[in-house]
């Protein structure tokens, strides 16, 4: 996310800059267009008062020729005729300079044309005057004549100019509203620019700030980041390697370094390298694992062995994963994980397996032994010593008589001996099928298969309705049989059991200490009697196995039947527990899920 968050900054960025480029670009164009459009105003007011002022001066000039001729008519000095030459002179070159200025106007140039025609017949008038008043040529009536033709192309020349002046000076006045528009209008939009550009020069620094801010302080966390996850590759013993797919450059941390133990970046991050380290039988799986990369963005987790520096042997779990940037650069990042500890324990704990299944293997073989072998002599001593009981039972003196009972009971004690470990080797096995079952139906076969005792004992049953559970049949069958027959064992002399069965549902919450899971229902199945009771101290001590509170002959059993019990309540997720005091009675209570 923070990457994305970056890229899309750049782009802002490099967008944002492009902008401003282009506006500065278009702004400094339009101000070099409008500063040469000025300049050119300028230069197109100056070129009117130039040409004005030659106007004068060209008219001067011919004033100054005019001036010369009547001197020299006059006078009949020939220096007048000098200046006069010069005069004429110095007007075809104002001509030619007024010529140059016109600024292209059409109708100046028609009027410019016009009066160089009006100063050529001006000149050619001066010429004849001058040819008429000579000696040789000296015709008083044409002097006088040329003289009032001359005087009247003057007037034209003078009107002539006068006319041309007037349109150079509307052309002025127009350049000058022109120049003093651009010369108002520049200096504020020149102020507009340096104020845009200050303007984006702030906003970039401000930018620019606020970018080298957020960098430092991403290099900060960068370095806390780097940090960290050094020392959580020393804590976790494992570490990163990089694969640039386009370069072929790889990137070790350091932590890889001191797993071969060697010193940090203490040799080249190449393949070859670390193929070197790599247990010569499982190198086959680091090279197709690394040529695989290239084909799947993810690879699959690796177990391979390395030989460390100092000859120690260490087994890591290796996965990968391709990571594509923004310009498309695909680039192999894989965390290794030191396992050594975890795959030996697993190897150990396989080999524990392997020796718990041939202990179970051999557990059954004694089942069978115990089912079929062992009981086949204890029922041919009980059959012999039936036999003799009916046949010598009368020749027989009163200590033959005890101990033939005595043999007679203690194989009998034997035989359920046999029978509880049967009972209780087939339940640690839970391989047996839960069916939903009504525990009503449980309940109404155990005490049929109790009847005898119960009647023998005058025991009065109270029982609630019960539920129906995901069970295994017999086995919940079997929790009823040793626990009623436990209280019709251990009640009072002379006092009829009153044994009572309840049930009702509870949450989990209701007994915290005896559940570790939250929110889940369970039915509580309590049996209570009103029998001797025990201490509440051996609560726990009941459900050992073998495990006996009163003496062996005062009470028949081997100690099994609650341990059974207990197993029956685990293999269905549940909990047994007791409650008891001494004289007062006790109560199992049996937790199973719903």
Sequence with gaps: MRLMAITANHIFLRSIFAASLFILIFISGITYRNTASLTESMEWVVQSYKFQTEVEQLFSLLKDAENSQRG???AGDSAFLEKYFESRKSVVKSFAKLDSLQTGNPQQQKNLKFLNQLIDLRLQQYDLSLKYSSDLFLNQEELTANMRK????????????????????????ERQEKYEFKSFFVPWFTLFIMLFSLFVFVLAYVKINSDLEEQKRSNKKLLISTESMKHAEAIGEFFITQWDLKTNRYIFSDNLYRLLGCEPQSFKATAENFLKFVHPDDKHIVSNGTGSTRQSSMVFPRTYRIIRKDGGVRYLKSMGKIITDSKGNLTHVSVAKDITQFQLS??????????????????????????????EPLRKIQTFISRISEKDQLIMDENSKEYFARIQASVSRMRTLIDDLLLYSRTTKTDKEFERTDLNLLLENTLQELSQQIEEK????????????????????????????????????????????????????????????SGKEYYKISVSDNGMGFEQEYANK???????????????????????????????SGVITAESKPNEGAVFLVFLPD
Aim: aromatic letters at 8%; proline letters at 4%; charged letters at 25%.
């Design 150 to 173: 001359g005087s009247e192309i003057t007037s034209l020349i003078d009107k002539q100019i006068d006319k041309i002046i007037d349109l150079e000076s509307s052309n002025l006045k």
């Design 458 to 517: 005058n025991a009065v049953i109270h029982s609630e309705n019960l539920p129906a559970l995901k069970v295994i049949p017999f086995q919940i069958q079997q929790l009823f049989y040793n626990l009623i027959s436990n209280s019709l064992k251990y009640s009072k002399p002379g006092l009829a059991p009153i044994i009572k069965i309840e049930c009702r549902k509870i949450e989990t919450y209701e007994n915290p200490e005896l559940f570790s899971d």
């Design 542 to 572: 009941v459900f050992e196995l073998f495990n006996r509170l009163h003496i062996k002959g005062d009470y028949p059993g081997t100690g099994i039947g609650l341990s059974i019990c207990k197993k029956i309540a685990e293999n269905h």
């Design 72 to 74: 020299f008519l006059i």
């Design 346 to 375: 697993n190897m150990a704990l396989e080999k524990r397996n392997q020796e718990l299944l041939q202990s179970i293997s051999e557990l059954e073989s004694f089942n069978h032994v115990a089912s079929h072998d062992l009981q």
